[in-house]
Structures are given as C-alpha cells and as structure tokens.
C-alpha cells in the first residue's frame, strides 16, 4: 500500500492562498470521492477539515476548500494565517483495501 | 462530550506482543465504525486497522495484516488493538479515531494517542 504523494512542504505570506497536492491512483483517489484532509499541528492529534473531496465540517474554518480532477486531490488554504502552520495529511478510501494516507505537506507561514 | 482515551502503551521486545484500548464516552459507541490510526517518531500518519459498528466486519493495512486484530466490545464502549510479532517498525504513537457515520476516511474525534516502542 504506497502512500499518496503530496509535497513536503508548502510556504505563502499571510494573505495569501496556497494549494496542495494530493496524488494517488484510479484504485484510490481516482476510483472515489472519498478523500478526506487532517490539519495536525505539532503535538496534537489530527484534525478533520475537508471530507468527501469538497465537504466542510462545520468546525472547520471555510477558508478551507478541497477538489478532485482524474487521480489527484486538492486542498487549498485561502487568505492564509498564522494558525494554518501545521502539517496536512490527505486520505483516501481504496475500496476493499482500506483506507491510505498521504505523505503529508509542512506548510510554513512566512 | 465526546472522549476518546487510549491505554496500554510501553516497551516491548521485538517478537513481543501488547494489546492497546482506547475507552470511549460522549457519544453510541455502538453505532460508529472506529479506527486505529498510528505515527512513528517524526514521521506522517498511517492508517492501521478499522472496525465496523457491529465488530462484524474489520480491515488492515498490509503492514499489519495477519499480526494485529482489532476488536470492539460495545457492553463496554471499547476499542482493542491486539499486536503480535511486533516489530521495530510498529513503534509509534497509536490513535484511535471515531468515524462520523458515513462512507469514507472521516474521523471527527481523536484520542491523544498511547506510544508503543519495540525495542530490545
């Protein structure tokens, strides 16, 4: 089970907006809309922000928005802030196989 | 509220065996699927085993398959994590995480982790 591939790290200025990458395969991300994406920041336990590739949770802040063409999903952070400092992780359902996650992305609020 | 506590973390030896549980409050335990996700050392997040509302149903990365089992006994609101042979390589911080009720990876509560180390 290889993990999705996103970038190591991803950086912008306060303000602005920023995208990550989420690459997977058609047994994974391609084959479902169901990708969901976790905001883990250093020593806390992962937090959900995007489900079913585009849904919010209503604690999650609406500057986050998620989207799906062929096998990759994207996760994009607008009017970036401070707070978004935090590794994000995607993850995908894989049918019968379970589920896997993505290699996660640093992303740094410069 | 909605609590999630894991226990049974510690030092084992390689080839060893532990078992991990993770007590659940807040919320029907019996009607939501439940997951062990885990995290080495300063690295990213690995899906690990999932479990269905009923227990009737279960599912494993690859990485675990045929060494662990998870289990659920809903009388007692509790998630289980039987670890065998383990390995180096299954030291972590293991979490568990309540799914949301529907289709797909969706956990919206997470405990704090209990921390596994295989080491001789």
């Known amino acids: 089970q290889s993990a999705l591939t996103q970038p190591a790290s991803v950086s912008g200025s306060p303000g602005q907006s920023i995208t990550i990458s989420c690459t997977g395969t058609s047994s994974d991300v391609g084959g479902y809309n169901y990708v969901s994406w976790y905001q883990q920041h250093p020593g806390k336990a992962p937090k959900l922000i995007i489900y079913?590739?585009?849904n919010r949770p209503s604690a999650a802040s609406n500057r986050f928005s998620g989207s799906k063409s062929g096998n990759t999903a994207s996760l994009t952070i607008s009017g970036l802030q401070a707070e978004d400092e935090a590794d994000y992780y995607c993850?995908?359902?894989?049918?019968?196989?379970?589920?896997?996650f993505g290699t996660g992305t640093k992303v740094t609020v410069l | 509220e909605v609590q999630l506590l894991e226990s049974g973390g510690g030092l084992v030896q390689p080839g060893g065996s532990l078992r991990v549980s993770c007590a659940a409050s807040?919320?029907?335990?019996?009607?939501?699927?439940m997951t062990w996700v885990r995290q080495a050392p300063g690295k990213g997040l690995e899906w690990v085993s999932t479990i269905n509302n009923s227990g009737g149903r279960t599912y494993y990365a690859d990485s675990v398959k045929g060494r662990f089992t998870i289990s659920r006994d809903n009388s007692k609101n509790t998630l289980y994590l039987q670890m065998n042979s383990l390995r180096s390589e299954d030291t972590a911080l293991y979490y568990c995480a309540k799914e949301i009720g529907t289709m797909g990876p969706n956990f919206d509560y997470w405990g704090q982790g209990t921390l596994v180390t295989v080491s001789s």
């Open positions: 079913d590739v585009s």
């Open positions: 993850i995908s359902y894989k049918g019968g196989s379970g589920y896997v």
């Open positions: 807040g919320f029907t335990f019996s009607s939501y699927a």
